[in-house]
Nanobody, 122 residues
Framework: QVQLVESGGGLVQAGGSLRLSCAASGRTFSSYAMGWFRQAPGKEREFVAAISASGSLTSTKDSVKGRFTISRDNTKNTVHLQMNSLKPEDTAVYYC???????????????WGQGTQVTVSS
């Protein structure tokens, strides 16, 4: 099985930046597509971004395009979400996810992390 652990969340003012990280266990990390979801209080969990196993393909939610960038380092079994120009509506718990393809990650991820809180103040 794959275990995912997120880090890097915190409190930031609107317009600021945060870099989330997700560390994956095992040596099969490079075979998985990875992604990020978020869930605000009382709201449904929503897809944010995903990246293919090789890192050559990415998919990003329209509302965060140009502000958020997903990347991965397969030599370190990590995936990152660089979040710039943060807005109060970005406030949520952010979850790392893994699956066998970008399409799988975006719809029905196989593995989930426990989440990290991101709070953006106005």
């Amino acid at each position: 099985q794959v275990q995912l652990v997120e880090s890097g969340g915190g409190l930031v003012q609107a317009g600021g930046s945060l870099r989330l990280s997700c560390a994956a266990s095992g040596r099969t990390f490079s075979s998985y597509a990875m992604g990020w979801f978020r869930q605000a209080p009382g709201k449904e969990r929503e897809f944010v971004a995903a990246i293919s196993a090789s890192g050559s393909l990415t998919s990003t939610k329209d509302s965060v395009k140009g502000r958020f960038t997903i990347s991965r380092d397969n030599t370190k079994n990590t995936v990152h979400l660089q979040m710039n120009s943060l807005k109060p509506e970005d406030t949520a718990v952010y979850y790392c996810a893994a699956g066998h393809s970008v399409a799988v990650v975006k719809t029905t991820p196989t593995y989930w992390g426990q989440g990290t809180q991101v709070t953006v103040s106005s």
